[in-house]
Structures are given as C-alpha cells and as structure tokens.
C-alpha cells in the first residue's frame, strides 16, 4: 500500500511530461534517421569513386574503406579530390532549390498556420532519397558515383531538408507555447535533436560495418516511416486558419501556394519598421545565425575526411568521436537549458556571448591539434557550442507576433542555405588546398565567422533596458495558444512549459 503514493506520483508526472510533448517524436525519428545514414553515404560515394570511377583494384579499395595494410596515401587522396569535387556541386544543387521553396512554405504557413504538413515533407524526401541510394547499390557497378549523388541531393532539395523540418518545428513552439516558457521549449527541443544526431551517429558505424548498406538504409526508412505515422495521428495544428472557401480546388490551391507575391511578402514583414530598435536587432541576430549555421555546414562537409587523413581513422573510430562530440554538446545544451536559463534565469544574449567564446577557442584547439587527445580536447572546450542556436531562436520568437514567425523563419532558413553554399565551398576548398600542408587549416574559419559573434551579443544585451523589453504584447500568451494533441479544456504545467490546451 505504500508503494501506491509513489506509483500515483509517477504516472502524474509521466503524464504531465507526455502532455507537453508535440513535435518531439518526429523530429527524433527524423533526425536520427538522418543522421545513421551520414556515414554509409561517405563510405558509398567513396567506394564508387575507387571502384567505378578509378577503377582501382578492389584490394586497393576495400584497404582504403578499412584503413587496413598501411593503406595507400596517394589513391586516398585521390579519392578524396574526386569525392569533395562532387560534394562542391552537391552543395549549390541542395542549396539553390530549399530556397525559393522556404519562402513559398513560410509564407503559406503564416497564412494558413498548418505547420505540420510542412513539417512532414522532409520524411518523404529522405524516403525517397534513401530508395534512390538502395538502387544505385544494387547497380553498383553500372552506376557512376555522380548517379549516387544525383540521387541524394534531389529529394533533399525538393522537399527542403533539414532546413525545413527544424523552421516549421521552430515555428510549431511558438505556436504552442507562452513567451515566458520559449527558451526552455526551445532548448528542450534542440536537446531532443543533439540526443537523436548522438544516436544516429553512435550506430552510424555499427550499423554500416554489420549489416551493410541494405541494412542502414533499411533501419533509416523504418524510423522515418514511424516519424510519419506519428506526425500524421497525433501532431495537429495548433491554431489553423479556417479557410472561407473550403471546396477549392486542387489547382487553386496550388496556384495560391506558388504565388511569387509571398516571396516578397517574405522579406517586407522581416525587414519592416519596428518599435525598439527591433528591426536592428533582427537583422544582428540574422547575421550571427548566418555565422553559426555556415560554420556548422561546412565542418561537417570535411571533418570526417579529416581525420581519415591526419589521425588514420575508419568510419568506427569516427562514429566513436562523434558520439563523444554529440554527448559533450548534449551536456552543454542541458546545462544551458536547465541550469542557465530555468535557474540562473540568465538572459539569452549573455548565454549567446557564452557560446561564441567556447567556439572560438575550440577552433584554435582543432586547428593545431596534432594528436588524438588533443583533438579529444575541442568537444570539452567547445562544449556551449549548441547554446548559440538556442539563444538566437528564442531572441527571434520573442521579437515577432506568432503571425510572422514562419515568414521571418523562413528568411533564416534561406538565409541558412545560403551560407551552407558559400561555406560548403570554402571549407572544401581550403581543404582540398591545404591537405598536404596543414590539414585542419579549415578550422580557423570557425575561428574568423564565431569571434564577432561575441561583440554582436553584447551589443544585444547592451541595448535591451529591461527584462520585458521582447515581449511584445501582440506575442505574449496569445489566447489561441494551445496543444492540440488534448481534448480537456483545461490548462496545465508540464516539465515543457505551460500549455493551454483546446
């Protein structure tokens, strides 16, 4: 009889915690999807440039994806000149299309508010994408290595990637959650994705070596096939525009979708006049973003070749790294969230200041790292690196009224392809040039991109006069503001926030 108190507090809890829970799920199953197959891509078009394209001998091959019998420097570099050359026209064709579809979505969204019907259009892609890499498997021989990247990059750019899950997932939060309560969503929301991308890529390597290329690709649909059926049953909209005329046609509605108008629309309601020196401050926050985002496309484009190249590493000793990288930067973005934010109440520009700082001395670390332990180093002093995006998201919600919020997210997430594009090209390119001399050169980018970004925070929190000074009366704990998973019409606290429920 005792043990019942107990029981009856769990379950109050458990159903306080599943109660604000919306978006989450498919995020997860998105994300580490996404993430498991990163490695199995590498490794596909690499044994297609070496086998197809080279035509070099299969024991040559099979030791450079094994980094087994001393390996073979010159033929991995090769190699590698011929994959990066096709990841430079991978990255402009994934990044060209995203953009003009960001806009169209963003606006439509906002006049529509159905986030999750965009939200969703990223898992058909990575279907698809997913299919089209099993057939160039199955041909391997007969198709190219430039059909393989064909096949992953148009799905990706027609669907928006990405880009588009975590701008329509972002804008979901706004909806659903008070002013107060958003930069704990949100960072609630980014651990959700640090933890799925750790798992992703923890069983990245695992995955790949026991069961092939089949079998990633397989265990990858299967995820994104339980993302899709929970965000098609159980995530709603939260506050939907009822439509005047609900018997329009198919062709009408596309019509309305791809009027170019809304593009323009777009970037009048982000670069309007606003009071409070807003518009200012947006566009500051739109920069260090740009900043950010670039930073991170580009290192991820080459840091697994990296380490092929300075440190000897296969695709397990890189899965192993990057596990470790993602578990240091989930404890930054717990303690960020939980202690600097819930607790200390430490405002968002000081916990961006706090960020920058830790990425740029990780940069100067990585870029002079010359063994294994250091290297092993950068996660730990770069351990706030995921606080920044918090801090950005959470300043550009709390500056905007709800029916912006998915034009202005769209702005950054064109914004974000763009500077995946340039960066995607500079980081592969100064890579390229500096392998025989300095390997990790490409890391003072990080370096040069993330030390403004300091100056750029303190301005921000300089200018703010007060605490409420964000929260603008037209976005403050709007009446509409609810979860749209609960029938009750009461409202209730979870671990997540306040949610009111419809």
């Known amino acids: 009889m005792s043990n019942q108190p107990v029981a009856t507090a769990a379950v109050s809890v458990w159903r306080r915690f599943w109660s604000g829970v919306t978006v989450e799920p498919v995020v997860a199953c998105y994300m580490t999807a996404f993430t498991m197959v990163t490695l199995t891509v590498s490794n596909l078009n690499m044994q297609k440039a070496c086998r197809v394209n080279l035509k070099l001998p299969d024991e040559t091959c099979e030791a450079l994806v094994t980094k087994t019998a001393g390996g073979y420097p010159a033929d991995e570099v090769a190699v590698q000149k011929l994959v990066t050359g096709m990841m430079m026209w991978q990255t402009c064709a994934q990044n060209i299309l995203p953009c003009v579809l960001m806009l169209l979505v963003g606006a439509w969204s906002d006049r529509t508010r159905k986030r999750v019907p965009c939200m969703l259009l990223p898992l058909y892609g990575e279907l698809a994408r997913n299919a089209g890499q099993l057939l160039c498997v199955y041909y391997f021989y007969q198709l190219p290595m430039e059909a393989a990247g064909v096949a992953e990059t148009i799905p990706l750019a027609l669907t928006g990637g990405q880009t588009l899950m975590t701008m329509t997932a972002y804008s979901y939060i706004g909806d659903a959650t008070s002013v107060g309560q958003r930069t704990f969503r949100i960072g609630a929301l980014n651990a959700v994705m640090a933890v799925s991308m750790a798992l992703g890529t923890s069983m990245s390597g695992i995955i790949y070596n026991k069961l092939g290329f089949y079998g990633a690709y397989g265990i990858s649909s299967t995820l994104i096939l339980i993302g899709l059926s929970y965000g098609l049953l159980f995530v709603k909209d939260v506050t939907p525009v009822m439509e005047v005329n609900k018997n329009k046609s198919y062709r009408t509605t596309i019509s309305e979708f791809l009027d170019f108008k809304h593009i323009t629309q777009s970037f009048n309601t982000t670069f309007k006049k606003r009071p409070n020196k807003q518009r200012i401050r947006i566009i500051i926050l739109l920069i260090i973003f740009m900043a950010s985002a670039g930073i991170n496309a580009g290192y991820h484009t080459v840091c697994y070749l990296y380490t092929r190249v300075q440190f000897n ?15 240091m930067n989930i404890i930054g973005l717990l303690f960020t969230t939980f202690v600097l934010s819930k607790q200390l109440k430490i405002s968002d520009e000081i916990i961006g200041m706090l960020s920058s700082i830790s990425q740029t001395l990780g940069a100067l670390l990585y870029t002079f790292a010359y063994n294994e332990s250091l290297f092993y180093i950068g996660p730990l002093v770069n351990i706030l690196i995921g606080a920044e995006n918090i801090s950005t998201k959470s300043l550009m919600t709390k500056l905007v009224p709800n029916t912006e919020l998915s034009q202005i997210a ?11 594009l340039v960066f995607g090209l500079m980081y592969n390119g100064l890579y ?28 921000l929190y300089m200018k703010r006069r007060n605490e409420y000074e964000y929260l603008n009366e037209s976005n403050d704990v709007v009446p509409h503001e609810k979860s749209a998973r609960l029938k009750s019409k009461t409202s209730s606290s979870s671990n997540y926030g306040t949610i009111i429920k419809p």
């Not at 769209?410 to 995946?420: D, K, L, N, W």
């Open 313 to 327: 590493w296969n695709e397990v000793k890189y899965s192993v790294f990057a596990s470790y990288e993602l578990a």
């Open 410 to 420: 769209a702005i950054f997430g064109i914004a974000e392809i763009m500077v995946s």
């Open 432 to 459: 390229e040039a500096t392998i025989n001399i300095l390997p990790g050169a490409f890391y003072m980018i990080t370096f040069i991109f993330s030390a403004p970004s300091i100056a750029l925070f303190l301005w």
